[in-house]
């Protein structure tokens, strides 16, 4: 069974940034993928980052270049750089973990961005 909780959502203006943050309840070197995920209202949940036990990360070309996912080992932490951010990234965002052949789920953070 592994944990997750999303943290960092808010408001922000739109070509502003957000951190946010996913804290797992295992050790993070033994899970096989972390990802994020997003859901707007009226839209099906899509994928927007992932990075893989190796270290190599997967972008949703809509936010590459903008978003970037890294991980901390020693807290056991995901977290997703959000930079220069659209209206049109508004939406709950849900951390991923892929752990023994089962995709676990976060809460999902609401992030807001004003035009």
């Known amino acids: 069974q592994v944990q997750l909780v999303e943290s960092g959502g808010g408001l922000v203006q739109a070509g502003g940034s957000l951190r946010l943050s996913c804290a797992v309840s295992v050790r993070i070197s033994s899970i096989n993928a972390m990802g994020w995920y997003r859901q707007a209202p009226g839209k099906q949940r899509e994928f927007v980052a992932r990075?893989?036990?190796?270290?190599?990360?997967e972008y949703a070309d809509s936010v590459k270049g903008r978003f970037t996912i890294s991980r901390d080992n020693a807290k056991d932490t995901v977290s997703l750089q959000m930079n220069s951010l659209k209206p049109e990234d508004a939406a709950i965002y849900y951390c991923s973990a892929d752990y023994i052949r089962i995709r676990y789920w976060g809460q999902g953070t609401q992030v807001t961005v004003s035009s």
């Open positions: 990075i893989i036990r190796g270290g190599s990360t």
